[in-house]
């Protein structure tokens, strides 16, 4: 079965850092999302992506992040300078939309310290 | 803003018992989605189900069933004979159209040997 796939599993980075979290989506699928979940917490959306162009971003997702699809394939979300309360998980999801499934990917656990 | 309930913050049973996690959504329109995604310490999010809004059968699925009712926009989730490895936080979660999958808080599911 088809997977959205999430480079690296597990990503430490120092508070102010730049950090790039890397998704492959399934590769007939046109929409795209990513998500977070704080520690304990639900899981919050942050960006959609259709069109090669944000489509609704959250109030979570301030100018520190951005999304881009460089190359067609992969799917990244880059936050410029990290801060403590970035930690969390970072989910990667895509849909084909209507009846074809929405799926996510595995996860980048992203500790800032 | 639509949104999802999840009234049940922590349920603890003891294994074999049967349990019953409730959700209640919001939605204005006619077509949406609604998922169920259980998430177990190592923190992936497992898909359970997705259920089309038009199609109001019960489904059930080995020890798994749902309870759509759409007249009171609730779509609870009964595991029955419950095991150990059912613990894990369970997430109801609708999808609008083709907009993104909003998540409850989810029900921390504690299965006591």
């Known amino acids: 079965e088809p997977e959205v796939t999430q480079t690296p599993s597990h990503q430490v980075t120092q508070m102010g850092q730049e950090v790039i979290l890397r998704c492959v989506p399934i590769s007939n699928h046109l929409y795209f999302y990513w998500y977070r979940q704080i520690l304990g917490q639900k899981v919050e959306f942050l960006v959609s992506?259709?069109?090669?162009?944000?489509?609704?971003k959250s109030e979570i997702f301030d100018d520190q992040f951005s999304v881009e699809r460089p190359d067609g394939s992969n799917f990244t979300l880059k936050i410029r300078s990290t801060k403590l309360e970035d930690s969390a998980m970072y989910f990667c999801?895509?849909?084909?939309?209507?009846?074809?499934?929405?799926?996510f990917g595995s996860g980048t656990r992203l500790t800032v310290v | 803003a639509q949104k999802v309930t999840q009234a049940q913050t922590e349920i603890s049973v003891v294994e074999k018992e049967d349990v019953t996690l409730d959700c209640v959504y919001e939605?204005?329109?006619?077509?949406?989605?609604l998922f169920w995604y259980k998430q177990p310490p190592s923190g992936e999010l497992v898909f359970l189900i997705r259920?089309?809004?038009?199609?109001?059968q019960n489904e059930i699925s080995g020890r798994y069933s749902w309870n759509f009712q759409k007249s009171t926009s609730s779509f609870n989730f009964t595991i029955t004979a419950s095991q150990v490895v059912d613990s894990a936080v369970y997430f109801c979660?609708?999808?609008?159209?083709?907009?993104?999958?909003?998540f409850g808080k989810g029900t921390r599911l504690h299965i006591l040997p």
């Open positions: 999801a895509s849909s084909g939309g209507g009846d074809y499934g929405y799926t």
């Open positions: 259920r089309n809004s038009f199609d109001e």
């Open positions: 939605t204005r329109d006619t077509t949406y989605y």
């Open positions: 992506f259709y069109n090669n162009e944000i489509s609704e």
């Open positions: 979660a609708p999808q609008y159209r083709d907009d993104k999958i909003i």
